[in-house]
Structures are given as C-alpha cells and as structure tokens.
C-alpha cells in the first residue's frame, strides 16, 4: 500500500503546485492547512455514500440542503429559492440551461461574448442557438442594450457574469436581467468564480454592484464552492429563484426493469465525498473565515495590480472588479513571458485573442497569494524584460501557410500530425520546456480551426 502511494506522489511531482499561490490558474489555495485536512477527513468519510438516493443515505441530502441554504442567504436568496448541488461549474451552468430549454420551439440562448463556455457545451450538448453578442471593446463588461436588442421569440435564457473568467469584470446583473424580464425570458447569473468573494468583498467596503438573487429578474445563479470557497474539487451549486424554475433539470425514468432512476443533476451514482467535503469547509471558516479570506485576497489583488500597472510594457485589461487580472501587452510576446514565469516557478494562463480582446495572460489570484505579491511582481518584471530582450516568436511562414490551408471541418489526424512535425513537435515527448511557439502557431489558427487542433492534441493525450 505504501508502495502504491508513493508512486502516486511521485507522479505528482510532475503537476503544477496546488498550494502557495505560484499556479495563478486551475487552483484555489486558502493557505489554510487545517481547511485542506477538514475537506480530506469530510471526504473521505462520505466517499463510499451515494447521492443517487436520498432516501438510502439522507446525510448526503441533508447536508446539500445545508449547503443550498448557505448558498442561498450569502447570494440573495429567499424562501422560494431552490438549488441543487453539482459537480462543478461547466454542471451547474449546463443544467441552468437545461431547464430553460423547453421554453421555446427552436430555442436558443443570448450569451455576452465574455460568457463562459460551458454554455456552448451547453448549446451543443441540448440543442440550443447561440446567439452570441459582442462586449464592450474598453471595459469587457456585456452590453446591456446589444444584449437585450438580442432576445427573441426564441430565446430561452439570457447569461451574464460575475464576475467573467476572462476578464474578471462584473457585467450589468441588472440592466440585462430587466431586459430578460421584460421580455419574459430567464436569466442566468454565472458568478460561478465570483459569487463566494464578492458577497465579502462588499462586507469589506469594495464597491461591488447588485449581482444576485435580490436583483429583480436574476432566475438562476451559479457558485462554484471549488473556487473561492477553497473546498475540494467536485462541488458548486446551481440556484433557482423558485422549485418549479428548477424542474427542467430534474430526471426520471422509469421506462426500464430496474429501480426508476431519478435524478437531480446529470450524474446518477454521486459520490457524498465532495458534498461532505465542501459541508465541513463550509461549516469551519463561516462567515467570519471567509471574511478574513477575501481580505487577504483583496489586498494580493491589489498590490499585484499594482505592481503590473508599474511595469513598462504591461497593462490590466478592462475594469476588474473581482479576483482576477488578465494582463495584455503591446510591446512583448506574453507567450514568451508566460515561459520566462514558468522558468521562475509561477504558472500564468495564456489566453488568445478573440473579437476585441487582445492576447493576454490571465491570473486568478487567490488568498494564498497574501505575502508573496512583491516576489510575484518582481519575477514578472524580470520575465518581461527577458522577453524584450529574446524579442516575440515568429511562426515560421511555410508553417503559417499550412495552417491558412488547414480546412477545421475536414482536418485529420493526419494533416494534424504533419503540422506537428513541421513545428518540430514530434509524438512522444510531452510538452516542450518551452510553449511560446506552441502558442504562437496556435494564436495563429482562427478559434475554429484551434479547437480542431486541440482536440487532436487531447488525442494524443489520452490512449
Ligand atoms: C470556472 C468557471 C466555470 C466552469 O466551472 P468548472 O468548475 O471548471 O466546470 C463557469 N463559469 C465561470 C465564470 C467560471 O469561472
């Protein structure tokens, strides 16, 4: 036994580190120990139940509704609000739309461009139009009006974020839930990221606008408890504004010579260990830990901000207004500075241009971040000046060609393979020590043709 879990560490050895605010993405790090020993002990306790039926192991119903109940009166809830407990955002975003979806003939979904895509899954997975409706080009925050001029007969929900992953920025909750209401659609708040700091970030006096269930309009929200309420992976809760907004989602069937399956998400057998897990850290840091949390992370944010505002060369896109940053630059290759960071032992996120969104690296900076912001701002300085000085990737021309010749409809594992090699990117290895011109061939794919791309990567990856 020893022997096999030491080889689980040391295949971990080989991961990013999940704790100490040196991966700014992916992660959500208290830089509380006691916290990750309570979610452990809570997980571990409850792994072997099974949510399937509550009425076979009522403590997991139990305590999803404790869990719903906290949800509820952090986020604006009252008496009719109704939730049901995930497995993650990308879940709770999807049944939000689910249950929307038989609204309409034909339906479709208004999303600002900014909107997760856990809602094209979504439209892809159900069956629904996208129609997508670019932001504002300076602030990334969704256009109310381009929003609401957007609905139609056909439209079943309307998404906004608080705040958006890409950006970090809060979109206008209550412009476009009443223009949704208006029109008689419903409305989806994804504060999936957002929705467990920004209820304390307003406690602490930041000036953080009307988002949640209280907004006049807002029929669905989503919170991710693995984010920034730094419980274990595998939990976030899907608010509705009444039981019956709700039952869309809900599934029986009976139509089959076992137990009539009956479920509340898209899982069936679910294991108690994340809800357990996400209770007991719920339970332990309480209002007055997740205070004290947020303002650990409020102060990293600002300093960090700070700290690349003070670099020559970088800046901060849009109006943030939560715990993210996205950092573009018109002078230095953020592929190449995203390498030089790995190099110095921090992981920040690339993300490619899309409409008027420029290239930029994303952070998600966290309470763990509280302490080593000058160290962070320092090593980013230093990544930045060695960018300059290595000057940007250039994707070769004959390499350039190819992609442009690359058709995403018809592309094979073939032509995918030969692009490999022609970048020098042979099977077998891994990833390169260095991913900037990874991303530069990627930047130069249009978004179509890069997801084509990736998957035949994700291939490769999986046998
Ligand atoms: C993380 C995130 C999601 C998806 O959540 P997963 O837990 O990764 O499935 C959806 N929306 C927003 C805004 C997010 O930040």
Avoid at 231 to 249: I, N, Y
Avoid at 407 to 427: H, N, R
Wanted: charge should be negative; aromatic fraction near 6%; hydrophobic fraction near 45%.
């Amino acid at each position: 036994m020893t022997d096999v879990l030491a080889e689980l560490h040391a295949l971990r050895a080989g991961d990013l580190p999940t704790h100490g605010g040196r991966t700014l993405a992916y992660v959500y790090d208290s830089g509380l120990s006691e916290v990750d020993e309570i979610g452990a002990d809570a997980h571990a306790a409850a792994a072997g139940t099974n949510g399937l039926d509550p009425t076979a192991f009522p403590s997991v119903a139990r305590m999803e509704n404790d869990i719903v109940a906290t949800a509820s009166r952090l986020l604006g809830g009252n008496a009719d609000t109704a939730g049901s407990v995930t497995s993650g955002g990308t879940e709770s975003c999807l049944l939000a739309v689910l249950a929307a979806r038989d609204g309409r003939p034909d339906p479709s979904l208004v999303l600002p461009s900014t909107a997760h895509a856990a809602f094209h899954k979504a439209a892809h997975l159900f069956g629904l139009r996208v129609i997508q409706v670019p932001v504002d080009p300076v602030t990334f925050r969704a256009d109310p009006a381009a929003t609401a001029a957007a609905i139609d007969d056909s439209t079943v929900l309307v998404v906004a974020s608080a705040p958006s992953y890409a950006h970090g920025v809060i979109d206008s909750i209550p412009e476009i839930a009443a223009a949704a209401a208006d029109r008689g659609v419903r409305m989806h708040v994804d504060a999936c990221i957002g929705g467990w700091v920004l209820p304390y970030l307003r406690r602490l006096g930041e000036d953080v606008p009307p988002f949640d269930l209280s907004v006049p309009g807002v029929t669905s929200l989503s919170v991710d408890l693995h984010k920034y309420a730094y419980c274990p992976k595998g939990t976030s809760v899907l608010l509705h504004a009444d039981a019956g907004l709700r039952r869309g989602h809900y599934f029986a069937s009976a139509a089959w010579p076992g137990y009539t399956m009956l479920n509340s998400t898209l899982q069936s057998t679910r294991s108690g260990g994340p809800p357990a897990a996400a209770w007991a850290v719920l339970r332990h840091l309480g209002d007055d830990g997740y205070l004290r949390l947020a303002q650990r992370v409020r102060d990293a944010v600002a300093r960090i901000r700070a700290g690349i505002e003070g670099i020559p060369g970088l800046r901060v896109l849009g109006d943030p207004g939560s715990t993210l940053l996205a950092v573009a630059s018109d002078e230095v290759d953020l592929f190449v500075v995203a390498d030089e960071m790995t190099a110095r032992g921090w992981y920040t996120q690339p993300q490619f241009a899309y409409q008027s969104s420029p290239v930029n690296l994303h952070l998600t900076i966290t309470a763990a971040n509280h302490g080593s912001e000058a160290a962070f701002v320092a090593d980013l300085t230093a990544a930045v000046a060695a960018a300059r000085a290595l000057g940007p990737t250039e994707v070769a021309p004959e390499l350039a060609a190819a992609i442009a010749a690359l058709d995403p409809e018809t592309l094979t594992a073939e032509q995918f393979a030969g692009l490999l090699a022609g970048a020098g990117l042979g099977q077998g290895g891994g990833l390169p020590e260095r991913m900037a011109p990874v991303n530069a061939l990627l930047a130069a794919a249009p978004p179509r043709l890069r997801e084509r791309l990736l998957l035949e990567f994700l291939g490769t990856v999986y046998r």
